[in-house]
């Protein structure tokens, strides 16, 4: 009986620490943190400086997940749409770093 309580409690342990692990990673598709509104203009104004919708390729440092952000199936990312990823936790912020070795500049001006 002592081995059927032990092994009860080492499952409902490995269960709890499996349950706990970091549920804020960044990997696709994946939600990361609520971004408030202010952050979210200024990562909107990164990702797209003259307000256009974005592509999926200019839309890569800052969505998680391309088709769950893309409400309008269109193919592209509104401001609106961007607002709402950001809400969901489906927006990221680019560092300068990062967005200037993929296109050779920096995003923002």
Partial sequence: MKMATYTAVALLLSAGYA????????TSGHPSAVMDDAKCQNV?????????????????????????VD????GKISA????????KGSIQSADAATTKDMKGTPAHN
């Fill in 71 to 74: 409400t309008a199936k269109d």
């Fill in 19 to 26: 349950l706990a692990a970091d549920t804020n990673s960044m």
């Fill in 80 to 87: 609106d749409e961007f607002k709402a990823g950001c809400a």
């Fill in 44 to 68: 909107w104004k990164m990702a797209s400086p003259n307000g256009e919708a974005l592509s999926g390729d200019k839309a890569v440092p800052y969505v998680l997940n391309f088709q769950m």
